[in-house]
Structure formats: structure tokens, C-alpha cells
């Protein structure tokens, strides 16, 4: 089991940029590959980005790919997301996540098919984009 904690959202102008991050204490999160998904208001939950086990194999949604980056360092029990040119759409609460994982990082994959893959979740942390 891992607990995880995410932390960096805000309110960030049109084109600015975040680095939200995700953490958490057990000694087992180096074990687990990641995500982040996001949703917003009245939409359902969106999925961003997964990093495998040790970060040599990522997966971007079509939307994010360019803009964001998701990395982790697991001597300090760390996932990132940096998001640059953000646009008033990328508004959200944003979650990461811990689990199996998708099969491949090279497949095409619902957004509901990418959460089945994970059991942990966080709380969330807020995105706000002004335009």
C-alpha cells in the first residue's frame, strides 16, 4: 500500500507553467508505476500521463504530449508533472496514482482503461488556468 500526496497546483495566467508533484513516505513507492490523471468540473476523469517503475518508459495523452512532462525520482519518493503553455482548458484537480500500470507504454488506452490499472489514489490538487 502507498499513500500518496500531491502538492504544486495553483493559479497560473495562459502560457505560464506549473510543476506539480506527487509524494509519498513508504519505502514501496519506487515498486509501483505512476500516473497522473485530472478531471474537471462536470467532465469525467482525464487521463495525462504514466511513468513506469524506474522512468524509462512514459505515456502521454495525444492533448498533453509536447507540453507536459512526467518524471520521478524514487530515492526521494517523488513524481512530477511539469505543464508548460498551459491553456484555460487544462483547469482541473489533478491526481496521481499508483498501481499495475498499463501493459505497454506504447498502446492506445481508454482514459477509464489507464484508471482500472491503478488502486491508490491521492487527493488532488487544484489547477486554476486565467485566460
Known amino acids: 500500500q502507498v499513500t500518496l500526496v500531491e502538492s504544486g497546483g495553483g493559479l497560473v495566467q495562459a502560457g505560464g507553467s506549473l510543476r506539480l508533484s506527487c509524494a509519498a513516505s513508504e519505502r514501496t513507492f519506487s515498486m509501483y508505476p505512476l500516473a497522473w490523471f485530472r478531471q474537471a468540473p462536470g467532465k469525467e476523469r482525464e487521463f495525462v500521463a504514466a511513468?513506469?517503475?524506474?522512468?524509462?518508459?512514459?505515456l502521454y495523452a495525444d492533448s498533453m504530449k509536447g507540453r507536459f512532462t512526467i518524471s520521478r525520482v524514487n530515492a526521494v519518493n517523488t513524481m512530477y508533472l511539469r505543464m508548460n503553455s498551459l491553456k484555460p482548458e487544462d483547469a482541473a484537480v489533478y491526481y496521481c496514482?499508483?498501481?499495475?500500470?498499463?501493459?505497454?507504454?506504447?498502446?492506445?488506452?481508454?482514459?477509464?482503461?489507464?484508471?482500472?490499472?491503478?488502486?491508490?489514489w491521492g487527493q488532488g490538487t487544484q489547477v486554476t488556468v486565467s485566460s
Open positions: 511513468i513506469n517503475w524506474n522512468g524509462d518508459r512514459t
Open positions: 496514482a499508483a498501481g499495475q500500470g498499463p501493459r505497454t507504454y506504447s498502446g492506445t488506452y481508454s482514459s477509464q482503461a489507464l484508471a482500472d490499472a491503478y488502486n491508490y
